[in-house]
């Protein structure tokens, strides 16, 4: 008995210096402490993808229920929704791993390659999931800074590297400041360092370049891809590892457990890649949206949009961005503050969403900031 809660006492201890993933304010609590309903309320704070339309999505999903057997464990499905994403994105099957979101893979990643003591890199400012993987490993998490541009400096990476290093994680483009990272300088640090490279590539339908073509290639590089945003299915949590064949093999035989993904969600997944065309649409519609978003946001006094190849804007603000976004709030908006990113100080983000939300949200914001 007293072993026990020694036991659980040690994961206390261990529990403390980990961080938790803040999901930020949540449509509900937000509707019910303003005493509005839910659907007046604007989230712009997770880079989801409302242009997919929604009617669609249901439709899918519908179909997806209707030829699924729930008592049956997903088996060839994912096969086939290995073979028809690896179309989709030119790789073979071979290469891909499916989990539940991207998130669920960055942890499998960790859990593969670092023990307790080893160091992984990742280039500061980033996606805040990295840093919580490996720390659950007992590894130490190390940012390297971009460089001022937000362009990724690998020599610094490979300065910062030492023989306990065993993962560089690199997010193209990156999340929060919305670049694309050069596609040489990753070349150059998947060649000269000895570890694994994990790009992150969640943001890359919106912006093109991706770097799948390179994972055959070279053996150290793994790519991440995601179903939550091109899709617009993050509430379905369907994510991807591209690697070369055969660690892919190892993860999918060796490590994935082997129910992971759900029935219903792998089905719609593959329904859905059959309708390329609304999903090409809706990227047409986020870049159109994305450039006016920038141009209005421009236009304020005292407001600096950065350039983006995501589905989301980082801009500053010339006041405290806690507050901008605290105001927001109040109006029934959500979106992100992300405070000082390198030498700019008062950083905020939003999604860029349909027309008529962005112009909610602009007047809003015009008004907090008048
Ligand atoms: C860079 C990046 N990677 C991964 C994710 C999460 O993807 P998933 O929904 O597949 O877990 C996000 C979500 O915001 C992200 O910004």
């Known amino acids: ?28 609590r937000l509707a019910q402490r303003l005493n509005k309903k839910p659907s007046e309320i604007l989230k712009l704070n997770s ?44 790789v073979s099957s071979d290469q891909i791993v499916i989990g539940t979101g991207s998130d669920q893979l960055i942890d499998l990643v960790c859990r593969i390659f670092l023990r307790r003591g080893d ?33 990724l400096d690998d020599a610094a990476m490979l ?24 596609r040489e300088g990753i070349m150059r640090l998947t060649e000269e360092f000895s ?33 939550s945003k091109v899709f617009g299915l993050a509430g379905l949590r369907i994510g991807c590892v591209v690697a070369n064949a055969e660690l892919a093999k190892i993860m999918n035989e060796k490590f ?41 946001l421009n236009s304020i006094n005292g407001v600096r949009a950065f350039n983006s190849e995501t589905n989301f804007v980082l801009f500053k603000v010339n006041r405290s961005s806690q507050s901008v976004y605290r105001r ?7 979106i992100r503050n992300i405070g000082r990113v390198l030498e700019y100080e008062n950083c905020l983000r939003v999604t860029v969403a349909p027309t008529p939300m962005m112009n909610k949200f602009l007047s809003a914001l015009r008004e907090t900031l008048e």
Not at 328 to 334: D, M, P, S, V, W
Request: aromatic residues 10%; contains cysteine; hydrophobic residues 40%.
């Open 1 to 28: 008995m007293k072993r026990e809660k020694r036991i659980i006492g040690n994961v206390l201890n261990e529990a403390r210096r980990l961080s938790s993933y803040d999901v930020g304010e949540t449509i509900e």
């Open 47 to 90: 880079n989801e993808n409302f242009f997919v339309p929604l009617e669609f999505l249901r439709r899918m999903l519908r179909e997806a229920v209707e030829e699924a057997d729930p008592r049956i464990y997903p088996r060839d499905e994912i096969k086939d929704l290995r073979r028809a994403y690896g179309e989709y994105i030119g």
């Open 119 to 151: 160091e992984a890199l990742a280039i500061s400012p980033t996606f805040s999931i990295y840093r919580r993987c490996v720390e659950i490993q007992g590894a130490v998490y190390k940012p390297v800074s971009l460089r001022k541009d937000f362009s």
């Open 159 to 182: 300065n910062a590297s030492s023989s306990k290093t065993k993962v560089i994680f690199l997010c193209s483009p990156n999340n929060p400041t919305a670049n694309r990272l050069e």
């Open 195 to 227: 570890g694994l490279v994990a790009v992150d590539e969640a943001y890359v339908d919106f912006s093109g370049g991706s770097l799948v073509d390179l994972a055959e290639e070279f053996e150290n590089l793994i790519i991440f891809r995601t179903f």
């Open 256 to 296: 994935q457990m082997p129910y992971s993904v759900s029935l219903i969600a792998i089905k719609a997944a593959l329904k859905i890649l059959k309708h390329s065309e609304v999903i090409y649409s809706a990227i047409c519609e986020v870049k159109r949206e994305r450039e006016r978003l920038i141009r209005e």
């Open 328 to 334: 927001l709030l109040e109006k029934g908006i959500i």
